[in-house]
């Protein structure tokens, strides 16, 4: 038989052959004879050069297509759409994307006169992103089947749909994921792993929680999406493919679950619900059973990639087919299958599910048959209310200015005074991603007692994308949910807060009272604002302001540079300034010139040249860092490992068999675990779930060499669930208050919430005292108390929670949250929540810096 490539290789030249022998060069193939095989078929999955190939053919065959390019990927790929409309749409796109941002935005259009005059042209943008989780394979090659049906359907109803619609097909929003999944698919094909997992996730760093960076834009594919739907195309209509588990319903289709971000304009729900039922329609005229809507999923949390447009007045739409195993099909029996916790509490017909389907097998080309009739389904209902949509959108755009013109608030304030400006500049430059207006004032201006300094960014309410910026800024207040009948709290499908000014510890003012708006300029990026050294031109000591997350990043940059660094021990004034306790020294000054000065012009650190004596500190040196990283799709290493990189912390990514190896010690000064359950480091993968190398995880030995290490003078670093692990090792003081609580007790299913940090202690230092802390079933510790551990921070004694949902609050207060604690001549830093959660948490990030920084001081190396 054929190998994949030798099979595509073979099609490609036998369809130059006929391009060749006479066929018209115009002719569109179908995936078929393109690929080889039909979309779908067992075993078979269209890899990423070819769909790329593909999408170019047709696009080059096709006066319907178009192709565009989203942006790139982390590692450097492309992600590609086609436009497809009808051939005089395509023709006339740069008209019709005026129009699309005109409509987008009602300021642009005087009156009533001019919205009809654009509507006379206008057509309704519906964009297609196909599987962001990229083991959710099916839609993927299900975007081959829909781009040949557009381009070359002749009949009348298709050809009036492309007439009024412009869809923009991503036939993959993670390209290296995909090329991930089909690598590790041919390698295992005719093995028993065939259709398994991976030992490692679907992205270089976060896996999963691809699609949960939508409002943060850490990752490359975000920002490229977010460019693209907020500056490029506008789309009223946003639907996202995805794929669930095996055991349930075969297809989810909109309307979602409760409960809803009330920022949203209702018609965003009842458009969402609309065009959800259409899918549903289509796919049950066809006898497709086994399609359940509002259920499961819901869009509280506005961080997916498919509801982050949202709040920019985009309908979106999510589907999910009940995944096979990869490309090859199950077996499910009819005892097997089951409701969901949320909507659909047996498997029976109901009314959001009223036609079960009866089990049986299932295979990659049902989800390809599922979505294709979804997509179908959409495309009609969008093109048969193509005028009320596009009326819709721009209606919530004015009702979004008229809320914020007319109720509070009316603003929110960045000043530019901020404990991290780093962190500051962070969060207005992802609002201005995100497609929010963010304006500066030229003169110092003032509302009621506060004067706001230029420099200070204003996020107007009164813009199109109100409820995108609020839903952002402003304090979360989930409304708590129980289970059908009974007392247990309903699991939110993500997380219940994540206040981003708490998150990122940056000041933000909401603003209640209107007030008469200033001269102001529109921001289009913000970057630190340069600071020159101070102080005497001959110093004996260069002194840096090290606060905040740009203050880690200094220090690790200076270190790196081989100068020699201290950080002080208290506060130091000098020059009329306080240098919190943390803040730098730098020399030999000739040396140190050139880079403190970097540190000044391009962070805008605060640099005084000093005379005299230095003040007490304590010297830093480059710590050797390893970070466990598990054979499995482990998110909250990927997110640790990017924030090494981000802020420049050496590292060494450690596996199973160099930790069971032992003699830790004399390679590394730290080692971080991720935020991973203890049991599941030292299980690690079953055996037979994939080939040997991958099995298994610590075991024993990796836990007695862990232990080894930090008696032998290491320093081990413990982000949430893996600090159970060292717990034990070590017989350490401390106990997870919280663990095994019922839900009925104690429930914070993602939550900010009061942490006071000790910044006297240098692993608080160049933080905010009055802190917060992103909690996620985490952890609070009882501490015995003795000479060999101590507390670095605790969650607040009361009103803890800051935004989201918590119940049983008592469980937490006042509890230690971070722990140091020496055993033998190392120690162990316990993190009881998730520090760097996602990359959004920055007023914590320091944490995991400065646990390393001061593991250098520590260790007598
Ligand atoms: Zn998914």
């Known amino acids: 038989m054929l190998q994949p490539t030798a099979a595509r290789t073979f099609t490609l030249l036998l369809y130059f052959l006929l391009v060749l022998a006479g066929t018209s060069a115009a002719q569109v193939p179908a995936p078929e004879a393109f690929f ?54 395509i023709r006339n796109l740069p008209t019709l994307q005026i129009d699309n941002r005109l409509l987008a935005d009602p300021r642009k259009l005087a009156n009533d006169r001019e919205v009809r005059a654009i509507m006379t042209g206008a057509k309704a943008v519906v964009a297609i992103g196909c599987s962001i989780h990229a083991s959710e394979i099916g839609a993927t090659q299900s975007a081959n089947d829909l781009l040949y049906e557009l381009a070359t359907a002749d009949d009348e109803r298709t050809v009036q749909m492309l007439d009024r619609l412009v869809v923009i097909l991503i036939p993959s929003l993670n390209p290296d994921g995909h090329v991930l999944v089909t690598d590790w698919h041919g390698k295992m094909q005719g093995t028993p792993f065939d259709g398994g997992q991976m030992p490692w996730s679907y992205h270089k760093y976060v896996g999963h929680d691809i699609n949960r960076d939508a409002f943060m834009l850490n990752m490359t594919e975000n920002r490229s999406l977010a460019r693209f739907f907020s500056r ?31 920022n949203q304009d209702p018609l965003i729900w009842r458009e969402a619900a609309l065009l959800g039922s259409a899918m549903a329609l289509e796919l049950e005229s066809q006898g497709k059973s086994g399609v359940v809507s509002n259920a499961m999923y819901d869009y509280y949390w506005p961080g997916y990639e498919d509801s982050a447009p949202l709040g920019r007045n985009t309908v979106c739409l999510l589907t999910e087919a009940a995944s096979a195993r990869l490309a090859n099909p199950i077996e499910v029996a009819a005892k097997d299958l089951r409701g969901a916790t949320r909507g659909l509490p047996q498997y029976a017909p109901q009314i959001n599910f009223p036609n079960p389907w009866p089990g049986g097998t299932w295979r990659l080309g049902d989800i390809v048959d599922y979505n294709l009739a979804a997509m179908r389904g959409l495309l009609r209902a969008v093109s048969r209310y193509q005028e009320e949509l596009l009326l819709n959108f721009h209606a919530m755009g004015r009702r979004a200015i008229e809320r914020g013109t007319n109720e509070g608030p009316y603003a929110f304030a960045i000043p530019p005074d901020q404990h991290d400006p780093a962190a500051a500049n962070k969060l207005v430059n992802l609002l201005v991603d995100g497609g929010v207006e963010v304006q500066q004032v030229s003169e110092p201006f003032k509302i009621g007692d506060t004067v706001y300094p ?20 402003e304090v979360q207040k989930y409304p708590a949910r129980k289970l059908s009948g009974s007392a247990t709290p309903e699991r939110p499908y ?10 990122m510890g940056v000041r933000v003012d909401r603003l209640e009272k209107a007030f008469e708006v200033p001269l102001i300029s529109r921001i289009d990026r913000v970057t630190p604002t340069p600071a020159w050294p101070l102080g005497y031109p001959r110093p004996d000591y260069y002194l840096v302001d090290a606060r905040g997350t740009a203050g880690a990043l200094a220090a690790n940059r200076l270190l790196g540079a081989g100068l020699r660094v201290e950080w002080t021990s208290g506060s130091v004034s000098q020059d009329g300034f306080t240098y919190q306790p943390g803040a730098l020294i730098v020399r030999p000054v000739a040396e140190a010139r050139t880079h403190v000065e970097r540190l000044a012009r391009e962070m805008g650190l605060r640099v005084f040249g000093a005379r005299g004596r230095v003040p007490a500190s304590t010297s830093l040196a480059r710590a050797r860092v390893g970070l466990y990283r598990p054979w499995n799709d482990a998110i909250d290493e990927g997110w640790t490992r990017w924030l090494f990189e981000q802020y420049e912390v050496p590292f060494k990514t450690l596996r199973d068999a160099e930790v069971r190896a032992g003699s830790l010690r004399s390679s590394f000064d730290v080692i971080v675990l991720p935020g991973i359950a203890a049991q599941r480091l030292v299980d690690g993968n079953r055996k037979g779930a994939l080939p040997d190398e991958y099995v298994g995880g610590l075991g024993e030995a990796g836990v007695a060499a862990l232990k080894a290490f930090v008696e032998a003078g290491g320093t081990l670093v413990c982000i949430d669930g893996s600090a159970q692990l060292a717990i034990d090792a070590l017989g350490l003081p401390v106990k997870n208050a919280v663990a095994g609580l019922p839900a009925e007790q104690f429930f914070c299913p993602g939550s900010i919430v009061r942490l006071d940090i000790d910044p006297s202690q240098p692993i608080g230092f160049g933080m905010l005292p009055q802190n917060a802390a992103f909690f996620s079933f985490s952890s609070a510790y009882d501490v015995t108390p003795g000479p060999d551990v101590r507390v670095v921070a605790r969650y607040g004694a009361k009103d803890i929670l800051m935004s989201g949902w918590l119940e049983g609050e008592q469980a937490i207060a006042g509890r ?46």
């Open 232 to 262: 490029e195309w506008h789309p009223q209509v946003f639907l996202a493919m995805h794929q669930m588990g095996t055991n349930g319903p075969r297809f989810f289709v909109p309307p979602n679950y409760d409960p809803i971000d009330p």
């Open 816 to 861: 230690a949250a971070v722990v140091e604690a020496r055993a033998g001549l190392g120690r162990v830093v316990l993190i009881g929540f998730r520090a760097q959660h996602r990359g959004q948490s920055m007023a914590t990030f320091r944490l995991l810096f400065n646990a390393i920084l001061t593991a250098s001081t520590e260790s007598q190396r």
């Open 494 to 503: 993500d997380v219940a807060g994540w206040t981003l000014p708490y998150q």
């Open 36 to 89: 080889g095989f039909k979309m779908g078929a067992d075993g078979k999955l269209a890899d990423w050069a070819a769909i790329t190939k593909y999408f170019e053919t047709v696009a080059a065959a096709s006066p319907r297509v178009e192709m565009v390019d989203v942006g790139p990927t982390t590692e450097g790929r492309r992600i590609i759409g086609a436009i497809i409309s009808s051939a005089d749409n």
């Open 454 to 473: 230029v420099g200070t960014a204003f996020v107007m309410m009164a813009q199109p994308f109100r409820a995108y910026a609020k839903s952002l800024l």
